[in-house]
């Protein structure tokens, strides 16, 4: 079984726009497709810097004197390429979401196919796992992760029952959470609800949004001028943070005007998204949701 089917590998890659001696930095390494197909790119004086906190992904590291694996979550970019002696790079490459092998190992928890424990840590090492999320929750809390997360409508009624199942039994697995929350899990909408509620969890387990937030801001520091940014989302709630501050550096509202009416923002998108074709889909169909973007910093 591969680790990963990478997403759009040459579209990512060539928004790069791959320099042979330059820094790259893979944010997201996995199965470590993007990084090889930039490694390909690379002449001997080049560079590879890959950060992946899931320690699963740790064993494909790459045996080659330009690549560095960092065992980190790359909400820290900034923090590790300084330790490692990178002030600045040419290109950074995210390719965001659950990979194929997180989603095919039961035991992860990131698959709503599996009977599995309430788990969904993209760091293993982390004691804060969907069991602390579902168990421990105040009914408040629970409704705002399903609500912003999840994008449920429902997701009032769903705090609720919870909370009143966990009263009588604490619930340990997906199947416990499945029976809980069977009322609101029509026959013709299952897996798509399902799969709102298993992403509502999953983004609050990882600190996915806040995470990326600090990435993207953190990108800019360390990013030379006209250094390019190539970023693949999976959903509308990644996307849009990716797209607002790749168009005017701010997650929220607008950039301020200067006194002549001009705005500054840090970086310039290139080009318009784009997303897979009917024949990448096909092959891969994890990649139907996925919208790649690429800016560079002016």
Do not use: W
Request: charged share 30%; net charge positive.
């Amino acid at each position: 079984m591969e680790y990963h089917n990478p997403v759009l590998l040459k579209e990512t890659v060539d928004g790069l726009n791959i320099q042979p001696d330059g820094v790259y930095v893979d944010v997201t390494f996995g199965g470590g497709g993007h990084s090889r197909e930039i490694l390909s790119r690379l002449g001997n004086k080049g560079r590879l810097i890959a950060f992946d906190q899931d320690k699963d992904a740790i064993k494909n590291a790459i045996d080659d004197p330009r690549f560095l694996l960092i065992h980190e979550n790359f909400r820290f970019i900034k923090r590790f390429l300084r330790f490692h002696g990178y002030r600045e790079v040419d290109g950074i490459l995210g390719d965001f979401g659950v990979s194929s092998h997180q989603f095919d190992e039961a035991d992860r928890g990131f698959s709503t196919r599996f009977q599995a424990d309430l788990d969904m840590r993209m760091n293993q090492e982390s004691p804060f796992s969907a069991y602390d999320v579902i168990n421990k929750y105040e009914e408040s809390q629970l409704k705002s992760v399903l609500s912003q997360y999840g994008e449920l409508r429902a997701s009032a009624g769903m705090a609720r029952i919870i909370c009143e199942e966990r009263k009588h039994q604490e619930i340990i697995t997906s199947d416990q959470l499945k029976a809980a929350l069977g009322r609101f899990l029509p026959k013709h909408r299952e897996n798509k609800i399902l799969a709102q509620i298993y992403q509502a969890i999953r983004i609050e387990v990882n600190q996915e949004l806040d995470a990326l937030k600090e990435f993207l801001q953190q990108s800019v520091e360390v990013l030379k001028p006209q250094g390019r940014l190539s970023l693949i989302s999976y959903h509308s709630l990644e996307d849009r943070l990716v797209k607002r501050f790749m168009r005017n550096g701010l997650f929220e509202g607008e950039p301020e005007k200067d006194v002549f009416g001009r705005v500054e923002v840090p970086m310039k998108p290139v080009g318009k998204f784009i997303i897979p074709s009917e024949k990448e889909i096909k092959l891969n169909n994890r990649a139907r949701s996925a919208k790649l973007r690429v800016a560079k910093k002016i």
